[in-house]
């Protein structure tokens, strides 16, 4: 069946994407630690700074706080999107391939529009290694997780 020929390329990819989805939420929840810990402080008899953004990142430029903002978002939708995944390739049959294509689609969706706030980041230029090996790891991932949805969409069978 042409079907089963696709399985082991949908479950690397599920196995290559889960692992940079958490390479993501660990450096984004680092990131979004240390903007809490070395944020503005504000309080009693404080100003706010002219240039004050709610989504204040002491690293990187002005686009960081977003792409690390929709990179956790996009890391999360998208370690919930390999779970549906794997059951998926468990049961490899049309009754499992609507959730999992749906979640992919999602987590793909958000993985890209993080992909816009790292191209930003990049054209502003100024951020450390941490926040370039996540835009690097977001970038890769919008290309795997497309490629993930072909490879069960096209492995989809009738009954």
Not at 104 to 120: D, E, N, P, Q, Y
Request: proline letters at 4%; hydrophobic letters at 55%.
């Amino acid at each position: 069946m042409a079907g089963e020929q696709m399985k082991p390329v949908a479950s690397l990819l599920l196995v290559l994407n889960f692992c940079m989805f958490v390479i993501i939420l660990g450096i984004g929840g680092w990131a979004m630690n240390r903007a809490i810990d070395h944020g503005f402080i504000i309080g009693p008899g404080f100003d706010l700074p002219a240039h004050f953004s709610p989504i204040y990142f002491p690293m990187g430029n002005a686009a960081t706080g977003f792409f690390v903002t929709f990179s956790l978002l996009a890391g999360v939708v998208g370690v919930a999107s390999v779970i549906s995944g794997f059951n998926h390739v468990r049961f490899w049959n049309h009754d499992s391939l609507p959730s999992a294509a749906s979640a992919a689609t999602i987590s793909w969706a958000l993985t890209v529009l993080a992909m816009g706030f790292a191209s930003k980041e990049i054209e502003l230029d100024i951020r450390n290694a941490r926040l370039r090996t996540m835009e690097a790891f977001i970038i890769i991932l919008s290309f795997t997780q497309i490629l993930y949805i072909a490879a069960i969409h096209s492995a989809a069978t009738r009954r």
